[in-house]
């Protein structure tokens, strides 16, 4: 039995930074706490905890002489400030294209401009964009929402990371109609999440089972599941090794695996292991 992996699967670039920064806090014997969990994945949360990590839900939680980190997702500029007067050091693991938008919309707000962000209102990267331009970012959904906001003037239109193009794409339409100029359109939309699942469709017509590694409850996981369903029916969700079933792959003769953007290396590596002793007894 062969074991593919998709050509693109697991960390994305801002998940395995966060990582690696909160390692080297570590390694040099900080106490560290995180702002919201560091990353949607319950085995890696269970590995950085037995490590000495914790989590924590605001800046008044952080003790004298604790490393604050915060997260890809970024905060508001208060929250930092918070953490910096509290924390004996404070690690941005904001992810540098969360960061763009964050500039982007400062200076679009400094200048005197609107800012309209597409995305969740309540999803942590938007709560920190919007604290770049409190006074003039409007968060919108989709296009419906924009015919509810005041007249815009000069506007930057740009996008959570996460977006779907074509939602992106009918907001910035729907905001030159209600501009006072031609919109500034930047779009911000990381390609991370994407690249996971063009990679999970192009391997998953060439396989006959397929297994998804990533949260239950994970959007994006599910996203892939639900990619490589399209291709390939025997396709599992699981979030570790264990859930395999030998039953499930005796007649496979090859096998794919792809992992969501939260999806560690090291339980990736273990499910290729499981797979490969399950079809070395076949
Ligand atoms: S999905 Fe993209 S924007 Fe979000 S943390 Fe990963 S690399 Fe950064």
Request: proline letters at 5%; hydrophobic letters at 40%; charged letters at 25%.
């Amino acid at each position: 039995m062969q074991v593919l992996l998709a050509e693109e699967y697991g960390f994305c670039f801002g998940v395995e930074r966060a990582v690696e920064m909160v390692e080297g806090a570590l390694a040099e014997g900080a106490t560290v706490r995180t702002l919201g969990p560091l990353i949607h994945n319950t085995q890696e949360i269970q590995r950085l905890e037995a490590e000495g990590v914790r989590n924590i839900n605001a800046p008044g939680e952080v003790s004298e002489g604790e490393t604050a980190v915060i997260r890809a997702h970024g905060v508001t500029p208060e929250v930092q400030r918070e953490l910096e007067e509290r924390a004996e050091r404070v690690i941005d693991a904001t992810c540098p294209f969360v960061t763009k938008v964050q500039k982007l919309a400062e200076r679009a707000a400094a200048e005197g401009r609107d800012v309209v962000v597409v995305g969740n209102p309540d999803h942590p990267e938007m709560i920190g964009v919007r604290g770049y331009a409190p006074t003039r970012a409007h968060v919108v959904r989709d296009a419906s929402e924009v015919a509810q906001l005041p007249p815009l003037h000069a506007p930057l239109v740009v996008s959570q990371t996460t977006l779907k193009l074509s939602t992106f794409l009918e907001v910035a339409e729907a905001v030159r109609e209600r501009a006072d100029s031609e919109p500034q359109v930047v779009n911000t939309i990381c390609s991370a999440t994407r690249d996971r699942q063009d990679a999970a469709r192009a391997l998953a017509g060439h396989v006959d089972a397929f297994y998804v590694i990533g949260g239950k409850h994970s959007s994006n996981s599910l996203k892939l599941l639900s990619v490589c369903k399209e291709q390939c029916e025997k396709s599992f969700l699981i979030e570790t090794p264990e859930e395999i079933s030998a039953e499930d792959l005796r007649d496979a003769g090859r096998v794919g695996v792809t992992a969501g953007a939260s999806t560690p290396d090291w339980l990736i590596e273990q499910v290729v292991t499981r797979l490969r002793e399950i079809g070395s007894r076949q």
